[in-house]
């Protein structure tokens, strides 16, 4: 874990959970591969501006501070975090264990505050990950008040039926992985955006994650809901091309 301040001294990397920022986490492959470095960047960029923050970081500093970061780290896979406050820059790591891992799903009653920044003051949200096994378990948000299941802390969801994915588009944060995964989806599966209802979760076959860590992921329970997976089908082939995109994207 290390911090810049604005002037590129080295600074104390404040506890994210609660401070006004926002964060962006990227995947590390082999050979210190970043699948999708540009877009996640861009993002970080475009939230700063939205939330109005007083100093972003160029986007040549930061990938000068990512590179000096991953040059540290252990080879192979791992997760990286970048966090921008108000005239910081932290960088954190950690393994990447829950790629690909069937997950257990608990409800978790939020609204986001901006929907499409991933911002750090959300601790309800990101800082209560750790009373789960984030390897295993995941928050599904259900909205307070329209009680529909819109996305997870970690991942966007993919509701499958009949071979059929429901892509939910309401009040979500567009993941990176999910963009890149959009046009493949749509070429093999008849896609619609819509937000279901916690009484429809029954009629899926599959409810599938799809995040930065977690790759695509297939939830295996959601028990607050007495939904259980009754297939893996769509999950292998999303699987599929998936892992085919991340080796196109690490050549």
């Not at 378990?137 to 009680?147: L, Q, Y």
């Not at 860590?213 to 997976?229: D, F, I, K, N, Q």
């Not at 892992?243 to 196109?248: F, H």
């Amino acid at each position: 874990m290390k911090a810049w301040n604005k002037d590129g001294k080295p600074s104390d990397h404040p506890e994210p959970w609660g401070q006004h920022g926002i964060f962006s986490t990227m995947r590390i492959f082999p050979g210190n591969k970043i699948p999708f470095r540009s877009d996640h960047l861009h993002r970080l960029s475009e939230s700063g501006k939205q939330l109005g923050l007083p100093w972003i970081p160029k986007t040549e500093t930061i990938n000068e501070l990512i590179e000096e970061f991953i040059s540290g780290m252990d080879a192979g896979h791992g997760l990286v975090r970048i966090c921008i406050f108000e005239d910081i820059i932290g960088i954190s790591s950690r393994k990447a264990r829950s790629d690909g891992n069937p997950v257990e799903g608990w409800l978790i009653r939020y609204r986001r505050l901006k929907p499409g920044i991933k911002l750090t003051v959300e601790k309800e949200l990101y800082g209560s990950l750790s009373e789960l096994d984030v390897e295993k378990e995941d928050w599904i948000i259900i909205d307070p008040k329209e009680n529909d299941l819109r996305e997870s802390a970690t991942s966007n969801i993919i509701f499958v039926q009949d071979n059929k994915l429901m892509i939910p588009d309401k009040r979500v944060l567009n993941g990176i992985v999910q963009q890149n995964l959009l046009p493949i989806l749509q070429d093999n599966f008849f896609v619609t955006r819509s937000t279901p209802q916690d009484q429809d979760v029954t009629s899926f076959d599959e409810i599938i994650l799809c995040g930065t860590g977690r790759g695509v992921a297939p939830l295996a329970s959601l028990p607050e809901l007495g939904w259980t997976s009754k297939q893996n089908d769509v999950f292998k082939i999303i699987r599929f091309h998936y892992e085919e995109l991340i080796k196109s994207a690490c050549d």
